[in-house]
């Protein structure tokens, strides 16, 4: 079964540093999307992209985040200067439809990717 | 502005013992969409059931069911005789038709004791 893949695992860095985390969405979706988890809170959204822009974000998404769909596969967050408020899980997702035009269609989130800043 | 609440932080159960899971919702849109999600131990985000505004009909998936009351704005998950696997952190969510971002709720964390 086709599923939405996040490298690395866990990333650490240190307070200051820009830090690239990477998504692969399943193959045939459009609508990708990112979420932060900080530990033992609810699950936040912070953007959603679709045809090579930007459709959604939240206020948490302020100058310091970026998003890139750089080829076919890759959809990418870019935090510029990390705090050490942005460690978090940051969860990928995607899906084949806007999310609420289908029956069938839902997100599909990624396993995560453990952003440690120090 | 939408609100998705799962009163129930922790709970805790035996084996085999049936459970329900609490999520209360707010909105002024008439037409969303209510989903559940699985966060195991592992951490990835697993999706369980999503259910459309205009679909009151409950829905029962093996040991799994949804309980969706529009009038009382909720969207319950009962787990019957549950197991060790089903400890995880569940999560309710909900999205409008005019957005697609997710609205979240703080999860309950669900413990099965052998």
């Known amino acids: 079964e086709p599923e939405v893949t996040q490298t690395p695992s866990h990333q650490v860095t240190q307070m200051g540093q820009e830090v690239i985390l990477r998504c692969v969405p399943i193959?045939?979706?459009?609508?990708f999307y990112w979420y932060r988890q900080i530990l033992g809170q609810k699950v936040e959204f912070l953007v959603s992209?679709?045809?090579?822009?930007?459709?959604?974000k939240s206020e948490i998404f302020d100058d310091q985040f970026s998003v890139e769909r750089p080829d076919g596969s890759n959809f990418t967050l870019k935090i510029r200067s990390t705090k050490l408020e942005d460690s978090a899980m940051y969860f990928c997702?995607?899906?084949?439809?806007?999310?609420?035009?289908?029956?069938?269609?839902?997100?599909?989130f990624g396993p995560g990717t453990r952003l440690t800043v120090l | 502005a939408q609100k998705v609440t799962q009163a129930q932080t922790e709970i805790s159960v035996v084996e085999k013992e049936d459970v329900t899971l609490d999520c209360v919702y707010e909105t002024r849109d008439t037409t969303y969409y209510l989903f559940w999600y699985k966060q195991p131990p592992s951490g990835e985000l697993v999706f369980l059931i999503r259910?459309?505004?205009?679909?009151?009909q409950n829905e029962i998936s093996g040991r799994y069911s949804w309980n969706f009351q529009k009038s009382t704005s909720s969207f319950n998950f009962t787990i019957t005789a549950s197991q060790v696997v089903d400890s995880a952190v569940y999560f309710c969510?909900?999205?409008?038709?005019?957005?697609?971002?997710?609205?979240f709720g703080t999860g309950t964390s669900l413990t099965v004791i052998p």
């Open positions: 193959s045939n979706h459009l609508y």
């Open positions: 997702a995607s899906s084949d439809l806007k999310t609420g035009t289908s029956a069938t269609d839902t997100q599909y």
């Open positions: 969510a909900l999205t409008l038709n005019t957005g697609n971002q997710f609205y």
């Open positions: 259910r459309n505004s205009f679909d009151e």
């Open positions: 992209f679709y045809n090579n822009e930007i459709s959604e």
